[in-house]
């Protein structure tokens, strides 16, 4: 992972939320949220919130008595959240490392994080962190992309980037948001982290939309590929996103398209 895919400003967070969520994220979100509220948590820490699709999912799940810490590294994102958050009292919304939690020892619950651990640079120190602001048999849940190939658009877009910048392709969405998919790994590293009983789930599910130019778009301009196509050459990011639709369409059809999405759900007793 480079520098520069940790930094969600400008006008991506807008563009993450109202492309990229309800095109992968939301279902997961459902998924996850189903997954806490089971686990009964009274104290939650949410990391790596992004705008928030976890946290309006899991909210109304959680009981009257619960409180709800939501972090993210990016102000920008964080704020995003708040601002698509109806006024709940038991949630609070603060800015914070998942590598460096400014919270004590055994207090919490629950630490969930959906498709955070990707970006962090040090996985098995954000782990150990997860599992010292657990309590004892606390649960960490979280979840990672699976490889690109099992996520279609996502290869759709890349490989058609490739095609426009033959000589220095974008790699972000191959690196960085599916560049964490190895099972074996994410065990070992929750492990060496301290944790136990860790099990993981692959699950599939659809990404739709209304039609190629949404998948084009949310990819190329509500992520951080976004400043990888403007860097290779100012002015490109129109007709890369152009190029990318016409590749989704030719492979899904000019209307509404639908793909197969896929992730590993995970979660380990501290």
């Known amino acids: 992972m480079l520098e520069a895919d940790?930094?969600?400003?400008?006008?991506?967070?807008?563009?993450?939320?109202?492309?990229?969520?309800?095109?992968?994220?939301?279902?997961?979100?459902?998924?996850t949220a189903r997954r806490a509220a089971s686990l009964s948590p009274v104290t939650v820490l949410e990391t790596a919130a992004g705008t928030g699709a976890v946290t309006r999912a899991l909210a109304?799940?959680?009981?009257?008595?619960?409180?709800?810490?939501?972090t993210d590294l990016?102000?920008?994102?964080?704020?995003?959240?708040?601002?698509?958050?109806g006024p709940d009292s038991r949630i609070t919304w603060r800015q914070a490392d998942?590598?460096?939690?400014?919270?004590?020892?055994?207090?919490?619950?629950?630490?969930?994080?959906?498709?955070?651990?990707?970006?962090?640079?040090?996985?098995?120190?954000?782990?150990?962190?997860?599992?010292?602001?657990?309590?004892?048999g606390g649960h960490f849940l979280f979840s990672v992309w699976d490889r690109i190939e099992e996520n279609i658009f996502a290869d759709d877009v890349t490989n058609a980037l490739a095609r426009i910048f033959p000589h220095d392709p974008p790699r972000f969405l191959a690196r960085t948001p599916h560049g964490y998919h190895d099972k074996d790994l994410i065990?070992?590293?929750?492990?060496?982290?301290?944790f136990s009983d860790v099990t993981i789930d692959t699950r599939a599910e659809q990404s739709r939309a209304s039609s190629p130019r949404v998948p084009a778009v949310a990819y190329c301009q509500g992520?951080?590929?976004?400043?990888?196509?403007?860097?290779?050459?100012?002015?490109?990011?129109?007709?890369?996103?152009?190029?990318?639709?016409s590749v989704i369409a030719d492979r899904?059809?000019?209307?509404a398209v639908a793909a197969k999405i896929q992730a590993h759900i995970i979660v380990a007793v501290a």
């Not at 991506?12 to 969520?21: A, S």
């Not at 109304?60 to 619960?66: E, G, N, Q, R």
């Open 6 to 31: 940790k930094v969600f400003a400008g006008s991506i967070p807008e563009n993450y939320d109202r492309h990229m969520v309800p095109l992968i994220f939301e279902a997961f979100a459902e998924e």
């Open 98 to 136: 998942a590598l460096k939690l400014p919270f004590d020892d055994a207090a919490f619950d629950l630490v969930c994080c959906q498709f955070g651990a990707m970006f962090f640079p040090d996985r098995p120190a954000a782990y150990r962190e997860a599992k010292r602001v657990l309590k004892p």
């Open 60 to 70: 109304p799940k959680l009981s009257a008595d619960a409180t709800y810490t939501v």
């Open 252 to 255: 899904h059809g000019r209307g």
């Open 187 to 194: 065990r070992g590293d929750l492990t060496a982290a301290g």
């Open 74 to 85: 990016n102000q920008p994102m964080l704020d995003y959240a708040a601002s698509r958050q």
């Open 223 to 245: 992520t951080l590929l976004r400043n990888e196509i403007e860097a290779r050459e100012a002015g490109s990011l129109a007709s890369a996103t152009d190029y990318a639709e």
